[in-house]
């Protein structure tokens, strides 16, 4: 795909988890995804996703930096909100936090094959 | 600049790095180079460089991705170092540990102006 191509695509991914339509999930997701080193397959990639918003009501993404080449998507995303209890083993409890998260994502037949995100968990941790 | 010659860059700059070459880094870094919000300009990124070599004498950057596009780079980067003491508020003290960093890079006339930088503490802690 072209580096055009696949920034659409991610963007279109990013719309499809914000409307929590995971009917089409599969249409951006690899069967065998890895995510951070672990091969959750699409399934599981959905099941992390379901549980994120189940733990984070009013979760959103807002893709604030998008860098795309042929096969690898690099996006910065701005969070801010509410988590309802726990989150990244931090005690949130209905507070509203503002934090990012740096992530690539590497993409096979033009679905997302392996992602390697990092969240900024300090910047969650400060505002407690 | 092109994609290709932004990487060539920050491929030199990581050299540049790696060396401790810090007589070279005004060739790649802003003069108002802002750091994670903190416009730490070019002698206050050059300081945080060294700072770090102290703290961790066998850091070694390592570049596992790399993205780029005309105006920004991406990437990912593996550590497997050495901390003498305190290391991003953990008490690692001398454990050899691995982690990652994704880093997004701003370029403006050919220097990076500004850097999103997360590290993966949690990684850190795992391990200690």
């Known amino acids: 795909m072209s580096r055009t191509d696949l920034a659409d695509t991610y963007r279109d991914y990013i719309s499809c988890l914000n409307g929590q339509d995971w009917a089409k999930l599969d249409r951006f997701v690899h069967t065998d995804v890895i995510h951070n080193g672990r091969q959750i397959g699409s399934s599981g990639y959905r099941d992390m996703l379901e549980r ?6 009013d979760l959103q993404f807002n893709v604030q930096i998008l860098i795309a080449d042929a096969s690898h ?5 701005a969070f801010n909100c509410t988590p309802k209890e ?3 083993g931090l005690d949130v409890n209905g507070r509203k936090v503002s934090f990012s998260e740096n992530v690539i ?12 995100s990092i969240i900024d968990t300090a910047a969650i941790e400060a505002q407690l």
Chains 1, 2 share one sequence.
Do not use: M, N
């Open 52 to 57: 994120d918003f189940d733990d984070i009501p």
């Open 73 to 77: 998507v690099a996006s910065r995303i």
């Open 86 to 88: 726990r989150f990244l």
């Open 105 to 116: 994502y590497e993409f096979r037949g033009g679905k997302i094959s392996q992602v390697w």
